[in-house]
């Protein structure tokens, strides 16, 4: 057995599959249209040069959609295999996730793409009635008899992503109680049993250092699990008073809320501000990333794109004071719980 990228060589062989497997080389997902027989891919030849199986995929700046999974041979791992390198060119290629659309009826596919890691991002419902209007071939009923209804979304996280949770339950409390400010995120760990988080606040007056430089800090990781995700962020109680007191939690744990050095938080105008949005980003592993900034200025607010190094140097030295939140995943291989 080989496997090999599609190449033009295995062009006709993919068309003449696809066509008798999916009755067209047309696919729909999500509403978009794929021709299956133009995409990119992998396939596993038998020593005839014939198809065993074969995967198709789209990708775009962030993902990879496997748009077709076939294996012909059953219960020899092909489809595993495949499956494998798709993942495998996802993480060489620095993406977010792989994710696929199946249908409802295919119960098979369900417990294939969940037994290897993959989790139920969305049920789509009805959405093959609109499908069928682009591809009329799609047949009414399926496996077992079941009515094809409905799209069934998995998705496996392959790099580290991070969220803005800018309405989540966190913010909504202390906006209503009130206790004070709260910068709330989501965070997704892959591959969190080898995986090391560190979040910090680090400060800035007059454009220099503040001393102490990080003043809050929390670490933790190599996960008993292999994958992890939970909330984490940053939070001031009593901003404005002489008590103000300085708080950071993850899904591991928090730090005790605890009292800062009077004037870190001065009665100037001030703005907090997030500095990644709701969409998921990634983390490269040893990457540094901003994820929130408090502003303390004389007068008013110049805006600033928190993900340039440059405009935040600017920004540092015209602000009165200037508070960082930051983020680093570090990979610690070799590591383990015992």
């Known amino acids: 057995m080989k496997l090999l990228e599609i ?8 068309s003449e599959l696809v066509s008798n497997h999916w009755g067209s080389s047309l696919m729909v997902s999500r509403g978009k249209v794929h021709h299956i027989d133009r995409l990119p891919g992998y396939v596993i030849l038998d020593d005839a040069g014939e198809i065993l199986a074969l995967v198709t995929f789209a990708r775009t700046d962030h993902d990879v959609e496997i748009v077709s999974l076939d294996s012909l041979v059953e219960n020899r791992g092909l489809g595993s295999m495949l499956l494998n390198k798709i993942e495998t060119y996802a993480r060489e290629k620095k993406l977010r996730r792989v994710w696929l659309i199946t249908t409802n009826d295919n119960t098979r ?41 409905h799209e069934i979304e998995f998705e496996k996280v392959i790099r580290e992503v991070i969220s803005a949770s800018t309405d989540s339950e966190y913010e909504k409390v202390f906006k209503e109680l009130p206790l004070g400010i709260i910068l709330d995120y989501h965070l997704r760990l892959p591959r969190a049993d080898r995986s090391w988080v560190t979040i910090w606040v680090e400060g800035y007056r007059n454009g220099e250092k503040m001393e102490p430089f990080h003043l809050t800090e929390l670490s933790y990781g190599l996960s008993p699990n292999k994958t992890d995700e939970g909330r984490m962020g940053f939070g001031i109680i009593n901003p404005g008073g002489d008590d103000a007191l300085f708080f950071l939690y993850t899904p591991a744990g928090s730090t005790t809320p605890h ?26 592993p040893g990457e540094t990333k901003i994820l ?33 939140l930051k983020i680093k995943v570090e990979k610690r291989e070799g590591e383990t719980n015992d």
């Not at 190449?7 to 993919?14: A, C, I, S």
């Not at 050095?261 to 983390?283: C, F, M, N, T, V």
């Open 259 to 284: 009292k800062i050095k009077r004037g870190i938080i001065s009665p100037k105008p001030s703005i907090w501000d997030y500095a990644i949005g709701s969409e998921s980003i990634g983390l490269n």
């Open 109 to 149: 596919a369900i417990r294939f793409y969940q037994r290897r890691g993959y989790k139920m991002k969305g049920i789509y419902l009805n959405a093959v009635h609109e499908a069928r209007k682009i591809k009329p071939q799609i047949p009414r009923t399926g496996f077992d008899g079941i009515e094809i209804e």
């Open 292 to 324: 929130g900034v408090l502003r303390q200025v004389e007068n008013s607010f110049r805006p600033y794109n928190y993900q340039d190094a440059e405009a935040i140097n600017q920004m540092i030295a015209e602000d009165v004071s200037v508070l960082l």
């Open 7 to 14: 190449d033009d060589g295995l062009k006709n062989k993919v």
